[in-house]
């Protein structure tokens, strides 16, 4: 069946800009996680949405990060006012539920900020 | 402050030569552990997982993982690496009652024939 797919695959933008990154989860899925790849930072964890519960975004950098999954499948990523620093891989993963369970992984979105 | 380390950042190999990446991780309390492989122009995918039972657990490609909960460690063997094993791998760790990866820094294995 189909993966986690991700979109753009790679974007390059202004500093100051803002962008938006998109999610598509495993059909099913109720457990979408944002994760982030950077050089300097590795895999971090930014945000998390279960379900109808409130979503944990306990790794969210800054207030310019936010994100939103709209009727529990699709989610999107914002970041506001873009900065060098943003630049990295956004990864996507969805999982079947919370708990004990295998996050699968999008391929990522490539973000650049020039 | 509590972390998940891979010591191992850069090991090269040669073909058939056997593989042990170590992973330790610093909470307390139960965890669940996860290995996930990258392999060149590809997304992340599992190599294996331990939730309870045996702490010796199997995964894909001839991979292996030990828990050790004395040791808070869950290392990735493999007893004769191939060529097509280049990749990077990264340990990561999820706490008792949160769904949140949280990663190793990730090794870089590479294979030569």
């Known amino acids: 069946g189909a993966g986690v797919s991700q979109s753009p695959s790679n974007k390059v933008t202004e500093k100051g800009k803002d962008v938006e990154l998109r999610c598509d989860p495993i059909s099913g899925h109720t457990a979408l996680y944002w994760y982030r790849q950077s050089l300097g930072q590795g895999l971090e964890f930014l945000i998390y949405?279960?379900?109808?519960?409130?979503?944990?975004k306990s790794g969210l950098p800054s207030d310019r990060f936010s994100a939103e999954r709209t009727g529990g499948s699709v989610s999107t990523l914002t970041i506001q006012r873009t900065q060098q620093e943003d630049s990295a891989v956004y990864l996507c993963?969805?999982?079947?539920?919370?708990?004990?369970?295998?996050?699968?992984f999008g391929p990522g979105t490539r973000l650049t900020v020039t | 402050a509590q972390s998940v380390s891979q010591h191992n950042h850069h090991v090269i190999l040669s073909e058939a030569a056997s593989l042990e990446l170590g992973c330790n991780y610093s909470?307390?309390?139960?965890?669940?552990l996860f290995w996930y492989v990258q392999y060149p122009g590809q997304h992340l995918q599992l190599l294996l997982k331990y939730f309870s039972g045996d702490p010796l657990v199997k995964g894909i490609k001839g991979f292996e993982a030990e828990f050790i909960k004395s040791k808070f460690s869950f290392n990735l063997r493999k007893p004769s690496v191939q060529w097509s094993d280049t990749a990077e791998y990264f340990c990561?760790?999820?706490?008792?009652?949160?769904?949140?990866?949280?990663f190793g820094t990730g090794t870089r294995l590479q294979v030569f024939p």
């Open positions: 949405f279960q379900g109808n519960s409130a979503p944990d």
């Open positions: 909470y307390g309390g139960t965890v669940n």
């Open positions: 990561a760790v999820t706490r008792y009652n949160t769904d949140k990866l949280i």
């Open positions: 993963a969805s999982s079947p539920k919370a708990g004990a369970y295998e996050q699968y």
